[in-house]
């Protein structure tokens, strides 16, 4: 299957600001960042030491956060677009 992801700021730097990913078939978000992530640069940058997903990132799959879904464990279908980014602040 192929996922879109759309990846914003610093996110965007490191991963690329848009890129079409091929997963299997039964892939999820812990799934598509483990490929995300293959360099070190990306691991560190999405990772803490513990390999906890760090606080300020914010991952969307069909504009809903993952917190409010399953989490890394939030499946993935074809065609499905998921937004990395960082917080967002301003007024």
């Known amino acids: 299957m192929i996922i879109r992801v759309k990846a914003f700021a610093r996110f965007g730097e490191v991963l690329g600001?848009?890129?079409?990913?091929?997963?299997?078939?039964?892939?999820?978000?812990?799934?598509?960042?483990?490929?995300?992530?293959?360099?070190?640069?990306a691991h560190d940058l999405i990772f803490d030491e513990s390999g906890t997903?760090?606080?300020?990132?914010?991952?969307?799959?069909?504009?809903?956060?993952?917190?409010?879904?399953?989490?890394?464990?939030?499946?993935?279908?074809?065609g499905d677009e998921v937004a990395i980014f960082p917080p967002v602040t301003g007024g």
């Open 17 to 41: 600001k848009e890129l079409d990913l091929e997963l299997d078939a039964k892939s999820d978000i812990d799934g598509m960042l483990s490929v995300l992530c293959a360099s070190r640069d």
């Open 53 to 78: 997903i760090r606080d300020y990132v914010n991952i969307l799959k069909g504009g809903l956060h993952i917190r409010s879904l399953d989490g890394v464990r939030t499946a993935l279908e074809d």
